[in-house]
């Protein structure tokens, strides 16, 4: 492992293929000023990439690079108790005009989310996929999918580790399917005693949903407290079913908002 040095001054790791899967620098050394990157190289097995999420850094790199691990500081993330459910999103859940599924077309939900950002570049590689979907063939990744009648029009899919999910990326073909993704999602979650969804970078999208901004010290001790817990692995797998359940009652968690 040799370590080149940021433009900032921070020493930013390199991996090799054959390095044992935890064999990242202490993440809050990140370099903030290049967006929190930590460590070049290394490969994207099933154990490094545990390894790595356990200890709160995600792979984000483009075709023709190494891969780049990252610690961004801060990080986004969504409280499940302060999901906001807008009036209009609270009226689509009640028509029941989609329905919502988990895990049954997880190799389908990545596929939609590269090929949505393929025009712009995509950090959704080929072997990003095929890692993930080993990831998901273990029980350790999921997905969450919206439909419309029988087609596939949203979804969301990231990786449980103890009492978090690290959500990855999501896709909308229609109206609300993303958010409607998400807010089952936050239900699935609370209902399995977990506590934090990672969403990694701040985005308008998801800030609208009511993710926020944590100092990255903050999230790392997080990390340390919720991810010794044991993995919920295995399939989470659930027929579609109506979204009107999703609905919070007035005295639920979930705020509303216009």
Known sequence: MTSPVGSDGVEIAFLNPGDPPDSFPDPAGAA???????????DLTVERLLAAYRRGIFPWYEPGQPVLWWSPDPRAVL???????SRSLRRALRSDRYRVSVDLAFAAVIGACADTRAATGTWITPEMQAAFV???????????????????????????????FF????????????????????????????????CQVETAHLTSL?????????????????????????????????TSALVPSPAGPAPLHD
């Open 32 to 42: 903030r000023e290049a967006g929190g990157l930590l460590a070049v190289g290394g």
């Open 79 to 85: 409280l499940p108790g302060k999901l906001h459910i």
């Open 167 to 198: 959500g990855e990326s999501m896709f909308s073909q229609a109206t609300d399917a993303s958010k409607i993704a998400l807010v089952r999602l936050v239900r699935l979650i609370q209902s399995r005693g977990m506590q934090l969804i990672d």
């Open 134 to 164: 080993r990831l998901h063939e273990l029980g350790h990744a999921h997905s969450v999918e919206t439909w419309l009648g029988e087609k596939l029009v949203g979804g969301l899919y990231g990786i449980a580790v103890g009492g978090v």
């Open 210 to 242: 009511g993710s926020e901004l944590m100092p990255r010290g903050d999230f790392l001790r997080l990390m340390h407290s919720l991810t010794i817990t044991a993995d919920s692995s295995g399939a989470w797998r659930e027929n579609p079913c109506p």
